[in-house]
């Protein structure tokens, strides 16, 4: 079982993940609001006191809610029994916060010493800015993720890709943690942070300065390192492509009219070098037909290429439905509602993710009575009969 006290989005994605395999997820939410993302919108669905917002929905499915004042003695006990019962906490709370509530990791430990606890901040646990808030944008910012992306200024991602990515990594680290208890016997703390999970990938573009001491810059829609890869517009539509070898160039290029032993793109290093005039050459030859004619003739030669589709595209493609990824639940006061899926599969089912049914997003403090009960139900068979 999994208490998921955090909110937002890193922390949320991180819990959903382990809750799209089949664990259960019970989200701590404050009676005064709850996740901060219950009010980030419009859009929202609903109105007065059943108004839901969309970005809630987007990192909660498969979870309960029960709201706790951890101020509040009574509640705090309740707290404290979910922490025995619990084989994961997740918490996202700047640093030092979850002391003052009383929680901290080594009396979280002392009530719970098999309890694994996930720990998510903006700019890392410990050093010299260890206690600024962690929002993504400025995580994109920060960490040089911002500073690669766009054309004539620094862009973000269009998703909070530094939450997701801390989540991810969160849950993945939550995972091995579980893995070892099975040798130790013991829970330990795992860290993660906004931060390090956009260092994190880096990837080439780091090894560029690590290595070569080069300063990447602005790289649009096209790969700093590999020509041609990237966006090109044609008669209707753009469309991508990428030669990622030798053997695709002497694919690609004839297919479009160019001598593949041209000097100045006979190796991929020389396409590079001379990348504007390469694209542009590419572009007025993409002009003079539509997308779909030039993605036949990709297809046909062999070389990878796609659309760029809008959302509205991606949910109705038959490849995304046929892997899961569009799921249907039935909200508590919304109905039946199409989300995002899970992105694992297992071999044993046809479903996305490790569970039979997705659960939809809860309402603020949904399954407040029945996580009680439940709770009780633990205590009277362990005092046993009377």
């Known amino acids: 079982m999994v208490l998921d006290m955090t909110r937002a989005l890193a922390g949320p994605h991180a819990a959903m993940m382990l809750g799209d395999l089949g664990a259960r997820v019970i989200?701590?939410?404050?009676?005064?609001?709850?996740?901060d993302s219950r009010g980030w919108g419009p859009p929202f669905v609903g109105e007065g006191e059943e108004r839901e917002s969309t970005y809630f929905m987007a990192a909660n499915r498969n979870k309960e809610s029960i709201t706790l004042d951890l101020k509040d003695d009574a509640d705090r006990e309740v707290m404290t029994r979910?922490?025995?019962?619990?084989?994961?906490?997740?918490?996202?709370?700047?640093?030092?916060?979850?002391?003052?509530?009383?929680?901290?990791?080594?009396?979280?430990?002392?009530?719970?010493?098999?309890?694994?606890?996930?720990s998510i901040t903006g700019f890392g646990h410990d050093g010299p800015e260890a206690t600024r808030a962690g929002y993504d944008q400025i995580a994109q910012g920060e960490a040089g993720l911002m500073s690669l992306t766009g054309?004539?200024?620094?862009?973000?991602?269009?998703?909070?890709?530094?939450?997701?990515?801390?989540?991810m990594n969160g849950a993945f680290g939550t995972v091995a943690a579980l893995y070892e208890r099975e040798r130790t016997g013991r829970g330990r703390v795992v860290r993660t942070s906004l931060i390090a999970s956009v260092v994190g990938i880096h990837a080439f573009q780091g090894t560029r300065w690590t290595v070569a001491g080069e300063v990447p810059g602005l790289s649009g829609s096209h790969h700093p390192s590999i020509a041609p890869y990237g966006l090109f517009h044609t008669a209707t539509s753009p469309i991508q492509l990428s030669?990622?070898?030798?053997?695709?160039?002497?694919?690609?290029?004839?297919?479009?009219?160019?001598?593949?032993?041209?000097?100045?793109?006979?190796?991929?290093?020389?396409?590079?070098?001379?990348?504007?005039?390469?694209?542009e050459q590419l572009e007025g030859i993409f002009a003079t037909q539509p997308a779909e004619h030039w993605l036949a003739l990709l297809d046909e030669a062999g070389v990878p290429s796609g659309k760029v589709?809008?959302?509205?595209?991606?949910?109705?493609w038959e490849q995304v439905q046929s892997q899961g990824l569009l799921i249907e639940v039935d909200?508590?006061?919304?109905?039946?509602?199409?989300?995002?899926?899970?992105?694992?599969?297992?071999?044993?089912?046809?479903?996305?993710?490790?569970?039979?049914?997705?659960?939809?997003?809860?309402?603020?403090?949904?399954?407040?009575?029945?996580?009680?009960?439940?709770?009780?139900?633990?205590?009277?068979?362990?005092a046993g009969p009377r």
């Open 243 to 279: 030669c990622g070898s030798e053997s695709l160039w002497q694919k690609f290029a004839p297919a479009v009219g160019i001598d593949p032993a041209t000097p100045q793109f006979a190796t991929n290093g020389d396409r590079v070098a001379h990348r504007e005039e390469l694209i």
């Open 151 to 167: 054309t004539e200024e620094p862009t973000k991602v269009g998703v909070p890709i530094a939450d997701l990515l801390a989540g």
């Open 331 to 382: 909200h508590a006061t919304q109905g039946r509602l199409r989300l995002p899926g899970p992105v694992l599969r297992l071999d044993d089912n046809d479903y996305a993710g490790g569970r039979r049914e997705n659960i939809a997003p809860p309402t603020l403090g949904q399954h407040n009575d029945s996580i009680r009960r439940w709770l009780d139900e633990i205590d009277e068979e362990a």
């Open 82 to 118: 979910l922490v025995r019962q619990a084989d994961v906490l997740m918490e996202n709370f700047r640093v030092g916060v979850l002391d003052r509530l009383g929680f901290g990791f080594d009396r979280l430990h002392e009530i719970n010493p098999r309890l694994v606890i996930l």
């Open 309 to 316: 589709r809008t959302l509205d595209e991606v949910y109705a």
């Open 27 to 35: 989200k701590i939410e404050s009676p005064k609001g709850g996740d």
